[in-house]
């Protein structure tokens, strides 16, 4: 067994963390750096960031590297950092969790290339293996738990990430974004990310959704999944209610409260992974602790029942048909 697998066997459901951009901004992260670099350049801020899930009650802490990979590091001129920055990332959460004197585990972040794939734009697929192998291969050589996949839309992006996993020897989670529609940008709905587990070159031990619009459209995708393949180990990390421009300011409308209920709920829909995505905050995360420790789950919950707890969907689904893989649009991540 794994660690993965005995933390799992032990507490029956586990608590990930919360955002990491969220928490970056606040310790002055500006708009358009590369978070990656404060693994290097701010490491005393990167470790408080994990001090203050940890500390809130995280089983799973993500490493800074969502954007780790060469070609998201080249808007930055950083191409060529990608097994410093990686290294140093999971070498942080490493720190971090030892100095909690708690059973956790480090989750490698792995976000998308943020190209678009051929005939629409210039990537191939083996360019995107060889990009996920390369940030794949530092985290391993550092001593990730878990390679964490996450916020992605395309299928031929995680099939790549699936196949640079391959062979290594650590638990694969692929986690996407149901932001339109019900769907991901690129058309996949939750029940083809179900379907497509047998088709992924490293099979991931869990699937879910992360990320979005909000919390109540991330559990009406997780009740899809989990309808679709009752038997999977399904993750949740949703963002913290819904995003609100207020002058220059992106404003997360999720309360503690409304967090730990969308816990609850999660846990009533089936998932076995749940944390919070883009404006989740420590204090978020530790009444979320609170509600996985005292809640006992309930009966599977309707799209009426999460609607009426947490409020509206932002992107309903739509009643249009399509074979389960969806079109070709695009999206990018994630604070």
């Not at 060529?80 to 480090?106: C, D, I, P, Y």
Request: net charge negative; proline share 4%; aromatic share 4%.
């Amino acid at each position: 067994m794994t660690k993965f697998d005995k933390l799992l066997a032990e507490k029956g459901v586990l608590l990930a963390d919360g955002a990491t951009g969220t928490t970056l901004f606040g310790m002055g992260l500006q708009s358009g750096d590369a978070p990656e670099l404060w693994n290097v350049d701010e490491p005393d801020k990167i470790l408080a960031m994990h001090k203050g899930f940890l500390d809130a009650g995280a089983d799973i802490i993500l490493t800074n590297t969502f954007g780790g990979n060469r070609h998201r590091l080249k808007l930055s001129n950083d191409e060529h950092r990608v097994r410093e920055l990686n290294m140093a990332g999971v070498a942080l959460a490493r720190k971090a969790v030892e100095q909690s004197g708690r059973e956790v585990l480090v989750a490698g972040s792995i976000g998308p290339t943020g190209e678009l794939f051929e005939p629409l734009g210039k990537l191939t697929y083996q360019e995107a293996v060889e990009a996920f192998e390369e940030q794949i291969d530092a985290m391993v050589e550092a001593g990730v738990d878990i390679l964490w996949v996450e916020t992605m839309s395309a299928v031929e992006e995680m099939k790549a990430a699936s196949e640079a996993a391959r062979g290594r020897g650590v638990p694969l989670v692929i986690t996407a974004s149901f932001d339109t529609a019900g769907r991901t940008m690129m058309g996949l709905p939750p029940k083809g990310l179900a379907d497509l587990q047998g088709e992924f070159a490293c099979t991931p031990v869990a699937i879910g959704s992360n990320c979005g619009v909000g919390a109540s459209d991330l559990l009406v995708a997780i009740l899809e999944i989990t309808q679709a393949d009752p038997n999977a180990i399904v993750v949740a990390k949703g963002n913290c209610g819904i995003p609100q421009v207020k002058g220059k300011d992106l404003i997360y409308s999720g309360t503690p409260e409304l967090m730990a209920d969308y816990t609850r709920l999660a846990v009533d829909a089936g998932a076995r992974i749940i944390g919070g995505c883009c404006g989740t905050s420590a204090q978020h995360l530790a009444a979320m602790r609170s509600a996985l420790d005292f809640h006992e789950k309930q009966t599977r919950p309707t799209t009426e029942n999460v609607i009426e707890r947490i409020g509206p969907l932002v992107s309903p689904p739509s009643n249009a048909s399509a074979d389960g893989r969806g079109g070709r649009r695009r999206r990018e991540r994630s604070a």
